[in-house]
């Protein structure tokens, strides 16, 4: 009996030796090898690993995060000291696996949980993480059904006012280029899908602009290329989204008319136009195809033009039955913005102005995609006019995010684009067509994540010998309507 109880306890001062051996741990290790290499800062992140522990309360656990979590670690970033704070945020260089080990040092155990939470924070606060857009729940059908839940109504009778920038031909001399003004008006019938249109238009293009003495003003002046198109047909919407709270549909007008030169005699004639355009609410955008017949035959245009139009819309029922319809297309990131360059300067050209339009794609919080069409025409006293068709892309960067209630944020953005243009002017003038940059820098508000407004400054250079004269400064300003505010609530 006396051997047993020997045995007994033996066993147990053998047990208690070994759980009073500390558990080995080979990324702590490596993780404190990386403290000693950040020396200051490792000290500093060291000193403060208790409170650095604990931000497993945030919730990170990896690279993607929501909303909720970016403003838990904007708030606790707040909180810190400055010196740790600057700490923390120097951690940027290091990869996943090291941030992972110096979590390990740091939460002084070996605690899988505790150095994976606190890595996780550590990658966000220096690198910063993607942040998800939360996505909105309609809430239930209700337990009866109504045959309609809703109807989306518009005016039958619309009214519309268009720019555009294209090309044209004629028999007289041209440079190519035109720039046109017009107006509709447009009213449907029965299905909303079907309607008629009527439509005056003022094109106008350069001559071929022959300057043989220098003097920037045409030797050998045919005189402009002007048209007056009166244009009438059905209309047909031939795809449509039945959303009621963003309304946009495809259009096609059939049109037929006359063509009035009011420049050049014996041009004038019957014409015809089919017109593509796809609207966004009240911004319509398309490209309009004109040719002439009889003494017109050799009058053709092609017209990529833009501007807003009201009423004549689609009608439709949505929400019916007992379904839960999701009318919005969920995370769409596109958006379209009407841009006007109002006031500016080019030199040896004078004062600028023109119409354009941007298209955005939204890839970050901080970050968009670009597409950017415009028309610039410049002039001044004692010279012709000069027009430059462009087409660039590039990004924004928003350099802060908006503050304020709704209808009164407003954050600050810069723009790098980059694309060609293409010129109309003199033969004698600098500027040609060629590759170009443009840089901007500008303030964006008075909206919500679904719209906003901006004004902007642009800097536009040539950068090839042939277009290494343009330089131009103007404002522009435009409204941006987005497809799903939801991706761009992080703008808010």
Known sequence: MRSAMRIIVALAATATVAHAQPIPCEPCARGDKHLATLGKTGEVLRGR???LAGTHRLGIESRDITEHEEQ??????????????????????????????????????????????LAAVLRCASRGCTVQPVELVRPPPPHTCDPSVGRRYSSRFGLGFDAG????????????LAWSLGG??????????????????????RDEGRDEDGDDRDDVETGPVTRLIALAGPSFVPLRTLDPELVRYLQVDVLAGYLSSRSQPGTSGP?????????????????RIVQGFGDAK?????????????????EFDYGAGCSNMNFRPAGSALALALDVPFSGWSQGAGYTAGIGVEGALYLRRRLDALLRGDLLVSGKEGRDFSLHQSLLAGARFVASRPRGDVGKRKGVFGAALAGYTLA??????????????????????GGTSDASAYVALHGRLGIS?????????????????????RRWKDRD
Request: some cysteine.
């Open 424 to 445: 109309a002017a003199p033969s004698s003038s600098p500027v040609r067509s060629g590759p170009i940059v443009d840089l901007a820098l500008g303030l964006y508000g």
């Open 165 to 176: 920038s294209g090309w044209q031909a004629s028999v007289h001399p041209v440079d190519g």
């Open 298 to 314: 050799d009058e053709r245009a092609v017209i990529a033009h833009l501007g807003l139009t009201t009423g004549a819309g689609p």
């Open 184 to 205: 509709e008006a447009r009213v449907s019938l029965g299905g909303r899908k079907l309607g008629l249109v009527a439509r005056l238009d003022r094109s106008t293009g």
């Open 465 to 485: 010998p042939e277009s290494s004269d343009l330089r131009a400064v103007f404002l522009s300003a435009g409204g941006e309507l987005r497809l799903d505010g």
């Open 271 to 287: 014409a015809a136009a089919l017109d593509l355009s796809f609207q966004l609410a009240s911004k319509r955008v398309g490209l």
């Open 49 to 51: 690993a208790l409170d």
């Open 72 to 117: 838990e670690l904007q708030r606790w970033l707040e909180g810190l000291t400055p010196e740790l704070r600057a700490a923390v945020q120097s951690l940027g260089a290091w990869s996943d696996g090291e941030l992972l080990e110096i979590g390990h040092a740091l939460c002084g155990r070996p605690d899988q949980y505790c150095a994976t939470s």
